[in-house]
C-alpha cells in the first residue's frame, strides 16, 4: 500500500495568517492526490483534487500544489472557519489511503 | 444538493453482523461509484469499499474482504455495507461517500457518519 505522510502533525496559527502544510506519497501518484478538510465533530469535506483543483464552492484562499510523491495545501488569508484537521489521500493506486493528519489549531 | 444519510450503526458483540445503509439525494444516484471509509481515533481515515454505478464492480481494502460486503439498490437510490464476523478493530465512524463517475476510491461528498461498535 502506498504510505501517505504528512507534516507537521499540527501547527498552531493566527486569522490572517497563511499556512502551509506538507503531504508525501511513498511512492510516485502522479497527480491523483485530493484534500480534506475536517472541523471537529464533523465529517470531512473535499476540498482539492487532482492536487491542484478546487472543488465547487470552495474558497479560493485554498490552493494546493505539487505531482509525483510531493504535494502542499496553502490557506492563505486563514479564517475562524479554517481551523480543524487536513487530510490527504492518494487515489491513484488501490488501495486508496490517507495521511495522518495535520491539525490547524488557534494561536 | 448532494445529501447522503448513514443509518444501521449501534453496539454489536465480537463475531456478530450489522448491515449499514445510507440514503442518497440531490444527484443522479446510477450514475456515480459509491463507497464507505471509516475512521477511527487511531487509525484515522480508511477507505473501506466502493461498488460501481451497476453494482458489477465492487473492491474492498484487505482488512475487510472475505467479511464485507457493499451493495446498492439504485430503485431506491441507496447503498448498503453488510458486515460480518465483525472485530473490535472495526469500531469506527462509517462514512458513506459518493465517488465519480469514472475516478473511484475519491470522496467528492460525505455522509454525517455513523457510529459501529464492536465489543462485549
Known amino acids: 500500500d502506498i504510505q501517505m505522510t504528512q507534516s507537521p502533525s499540527s501547527l498552531s496559527a493566527s486569522v490572517g495568517d497563511r499556512v502551509t502544510m506538507a503531504c508525501r506519497a511513498s511512492?510516485?501518484?502522479?497527480?491523483?492526490l485530493a484534500w480534506f478538510q475536517q472541523r471537529p465533530g464533523k465529517a470531512p469535506k473535499s476540498l482539492i483534487l487532482?492536487?491542484?483543483t478546487l472543488q465547487s464552492g470552495v474558497s479560493s484562499r485554498f490552493s494546493g500544489s505539487g505531482s509525483g510523491t510531493d504535494f502542499t495545501l496553502t490557506i492563505s488569508n486563514l479564517q475562524p472557519e479554517d481551523f480543524g484537521t487536513y487530510y490527504c489521500?492518494?487515489?491513484?493506486?488501490?488501495?486508496?489511503?490517507f495521511g495522518q493528519g495535520t491539525r490547524v489549531e488557534v494561536k | 444538493e448532494v445529501q447522503l444519510e448513514e443509518s444501521g450503526g449501534g453496539l454489536v458483540q465480537p463475531g456478530g453482523s450489522l448491515r449499514l445503509s445510507c440514503a442518497a439525494s440531490?444527484?443522479?444516484?446510477?450514475?456515480?461509484?459509491m463507497g464507505w471509509v471509516r475512521q477511527t481515533p487511531g487509525k484515522g481515515l480508511e477507505w473501506v469499499a466502493s461498488?460501481?454505478?451497476?453494482?458489477?464492480?465492487?473492491l474492498y481494502v484487505d482488512s475487510v474482504r472475505g467479511r464485507f460486503t457493499i451493495s446498492r439498490d439504485n430503485a431506491r437510490n441507496s447503498v448498503y455495507l453488510q458486515m460480518h464476523s465483525l472485530r473490535a478493530e472495526d469500531t469506527a465512524v462509517y462514512y458513506c461517500?459518493?465517488?465519480?463517475?469514472?475516478?473511484?476510491?475519491?470522496?467528492?461528498?460525505w455522509g454525517r457518519g455513523i457510529l459501529v461498535t464492536v465489543a462485549s
Open positions: 461517500v459518493r465517488e465519480g463517475r469514472a475516478t473511484i476510491m475519491l470522496a467528492y461528498h
Open positions: 440531490g444527484f443522479s444516484f446510477n450514475n456515480y461509484w
Open positions: 461498488i460501481s454505478q451497476d453494482g458489477t464492480d465492487q
Open positions: 511512492q510516485n501518484i502522479t497527480n491523483y
Open positions: 487532482a492536487a491542484s
Open positions: 489521500q492518494q487515489y491513484d493506486n488501490y488501495p486508496a489511503t
